[in-house]
Nanobody
Framework: VQLGESGGGLRPAGGSLRLSCAAF????????VGWFRQAPRKEREAVSC????????FSSDGVKGRFTVFRDNSKNLVHLQMDNLNPEDPAVYYC?????????????????????WGLGTQVTVSS
């Protein structure tokens, strides 16, 4: 599976962005998909994750209530809707995925669990 992100850019604080992750190659609907981000001089962190069918999601405390992850398996797309952007959000955002053919109630937030990574898209927030 190859992943490609799009939708990054510059927004004012309080603004919105929608990131998209397109998958190419093998079937995508048996993969858990995550969004991670890495800001300068900080470690990469999990932001949101979504199960294979989209019926289970995770959002980190820092984005809960502001970011929404959803997917369209018919189009091999996963989106991250980012609302009410704040000065803590600027980073390179990465789409990532791992295969889990047996759906599990738990979603991994560990980088090492993810096998496929996009190149990232930059999100910048102006104050």
């Amino acid at each position: 599976v190859q992943l490609g992100e799009s939708g990054g850019g510059l927004r004012p604080a309080g603004g919105s962005l929608r990131l998209s992750c397109a998958a190419f190659g093998d079937s995508f609907d048996d993969h858990v998909v995550g969004w991670f981000r890495q800001a300068p001089r900080k470690e990469r962190e999990a932001v949101s994750c979504i199960s294979q069918r989209g019926d289970n999601t995770f959002s980190s405390d820092g984005v809960k209530g502001r970011f929404t992850v959803f997917r369209d398996n018919s189009k091999n797309l996963v989106h991250l809707q980012m609302d009410n952007l704040n000065p803590e959000d600027p980073a390179v955002y990465y789409c990532t995925a791992y295969l889990d053919a047996a759906p599990s109630p738990s979603l991994s937030t560990l980088e090492d669990e993810y096998d496929y990574w996009g190149l990232g898209t930059q999100v910048t927030v102006s104050s």
